[in-house]
């Protein structure tokens, strides 16, 4: 991908899709950007060429003069612009054919095809932003809640990178004070070893509290995937449309219902949920019922935390044990007891965790609180920065890092001892933040941009 970043690249910059967005984006960026755009592109009047202006006119093909879009063009020249590149963009009207159509006239003009993340790369390369910036535009792209996409900008403004790069000026300044005395020892005063230690154990702590944040960033990113379990009837895709608040299965009175496993995501709280709907569990010769409940057995490996559906009215029975008896012991659990409408004042509820009313809502909101809580979500409000999974590992290893830094000083080891793993850690440091990274770590991270971005 960096072998080539001086010529000119193009991509459809916006989600294109039949009748469903009024205007899309092809952008450019490069030395021959505006001279692609004078090319295709036909202002009428006197309308003049100038950077950050808007142009109103057609695209063209120069080949036959055809009229190819009714259309706008945005010029942004050097350094001005999202790369600090000469950036071109026609704003076409939205679906597959026309926009299709421009972009292969912008590379028959001379443009190549950006490749995923390209633009936000040359951004970095050039200066525009940091590393840290920009993996917060491809989180900002993909966010799937308001907590997610608020995340990620605060990334987006600097938080993070100000963060890391104070804990990494502050280990720059440790390492430069015990290479001097490795080099200059008897000329300088003496060092604090005390002082030294309680510095480098504040930054451990520091990264060690950052890669837990992490794990509760990951979920607002990626949220978790939900198995609604249970023995046949006991109410699951009644619970499905509740807490999806829209009719996404089939309800009856009648067992076996659900044949195939259901999926439905929504946001609670703010963090992403993906419901899956498993068929009931049970002995069946029904082939078909039979497919649904491997699927649904399958899809029990996979879940981040299953919810336990059992009858109140029926009781807690022995199919509901072995169920239980099936979930891994690593998976959280919720037992619940649905259809506590039909029991009378008094009546047992255990061995439910939370009992509800799934067809009317009665319970709702305790059965949201106790999957979130024993999802460890608690305390997400409260998060303002946290480092996506790449940033995790780098952070982690820096820490184990300055731990066998402390160990060297904890046995009495010489100066140059401490500074092996302390150089280790502000390496790692750096590759968050792009201050010290390779070429081929640039390219895995904005491999995973879409293109266009």
């Not at 190819?68 to 590149?85: H, K, N, Q």
């Not at 996409?149 to 963060?163: C, F, S, V």
């Not at 008896?325 to 965790?353: C, F, H, I, S």
């Not at 000083?409 to 390779?438: H, K, M, N, Q, Y």
Request: charged letters at 25%.
């Amino acid at each position: 991908m960096l072998a080539s970043t001086s010529d000119t690249i193009a991509a459809i910059a916006t989600a294109v899709a039949p009748g469903q967005g009024g205007v899309a984006i092809v952008r450019l960026s490069g030395p021959r950007a505006e001279a692609i755009g004078r090319q295709l592109f036909h202002a009428p009047g006197q309308q003049v060429w100038d950077s950050h202006r808007v142009l109103y006119g057609h695209v063209m093909d120069p080949a036959t003069g055809e009229r190819v879009d009714e259309a706008l063009l945005l010029l942004m020249r050097a350094p001005r612009s999202f790369t600090r590149e000469d950036v071109v963009e026609l704003h076409c009207h939205g679906g597959l054919v026309v926009v299709r159509r421009v972009l292969e006239l912008v590379f028959a003009a001379g443009a190549r095809p950006a490749e995923a993340g390209e633009f936000s790369l040359r951004a970095v390369l050039n200066g525009r932003l940091d590393l840290t910036r920009a993996e917060a535009i491809g989180q900002l792209v993909a966010a799937r809640s308001r907590r997610a996409a608020q995340l990620a900008m605060a990334g987006l403004d600097g938080g993070l990178q100000e963060r890391i790069q104070g804990l990494r000026a502050g280990l720059l300044d440790q390492l430069s004070e015990l290479e001097a005395r490795i080099d200059f020892e008897d000329d300088l005063p003496p060092l604090d070893p005390a002082a030294v230690v309680d510095a480098l154990r504040h930054t451990r702590a520091a990264l060690q509290q950052l890669v837990a944040e992490a794990q509760q960033g990951e979920l607002l990113r990626e949220g978790l995937r939900v198995a609604i379990v249970g023995r046949p009837n006991v109410g699951k895709s009644s619970l499905l449309n509740l807490l999806s608040q829209r009719e996404r299965a089939i309800v009856t009175d009648l067992p076996g219902t659900t044949r195939d496993l259901l999926e439905s995501e929504l946001v609670l709280d703010g963090v992403p949920l993906t419901l899956l709907d498993t068929a009931g569990i049970r002995p069946t010769s029904d082939p078909v019922e039979q497919l649904g409940i491997a699927r649904s057995q399958a899809a029990l490996a996979t879940a981040d935390v299953m919810l336990l559906l059992f009858d109140l009215g029926e009781g807690w029975t022995g199919a509901d044990q072995a169920l239980r008896d099936q979930v891994p012991t690593e998976v959280p659990l919720v037992v619940v007891g649905n259809k506590r409408d039909r029991l009378p004042p008094g009546a047992p509820l255990e061995p439910a965790e939370v009992s509800l009313c799934a067809l009317s809502g009665e319970g709702r909101e305790e059965l949201a609180a106790a999957l979130l809580e024993r999802c460890g979500v608690a305390g997400l409000q409260g998060l303002e920065v946290a480092l996506n999974g790449r940033q995790r590992e780098l952070a982690a290893a820096a820490a184990t890092a300055l731990g066998r830094s402390l160990e060297a000083a904890a046995g009495g080891l010489p100066w140059d001892f401490w500074t092996i793993d302390l150089r280790d850690a502000i390496g790692r440091l750096g590759e968050i933040t792009g201050d010290d990274v390779s070429e081929a770590v640039l390219e895995r991270v904005f491999a995973r941009f879409c293109i266009g971005k």
